[in-house]
């Protein structure tokens, strides 16, 4: 069974930090492509960045110079910095894994407010 699980959201004010995690089982994780995506309420399901099995990554240009994903294989884990969050970056942020079909995990929340 598959399981993609997230972690590290929180509330930050604007200006702060996150870094958001996402836990791969049942998948072989290095041939995946791993990635997240952002949906703030009202609006569509976005790209936010996607790394690559060989480790060339993807930024939407809202998140470019600000947002940094990386990945661990040792760990079947990928991860997203977030620096210097504006209130724009408020949204559920779901982990996804894609190699043939997509795979999805539950969405965590970040919301920056002051």
């Known amino acids: 069974q598959v399981q993609l699980v997230e972690s590290g959201g929180g509330l930050v004010q604007p200006g702060g930090s996150l870094r958001l995690s996402c836990a791969a089982s049942?998948?072989?994780?290095?041939?995946?492509?791993m990635g997240w995506y952002r949906q703030a309420p009202g609006k569509q399901r976005e790209l936010v960045a996607r790394i690559f099995s060989g480790f060339s990554t993807n930024y939407a240009d809202s998140v470019k110079a600000r947002f940094t994903i990386s990945r661990d294989n040792a760990k079947n884990t990928v991860y997203l910095q977030m620096n210097s969050l504006k209130p724009e970056d408020t949204a559920v942020y779901y982990c996804y894994a894609e190699f043939r079909r997509d795979y999805w995990g539950q969405g965590t929340q970040v919301t920056v407010s002051s």
């Open positions: 049942g998948i072989a994780f290095s041939i995946h492509t």
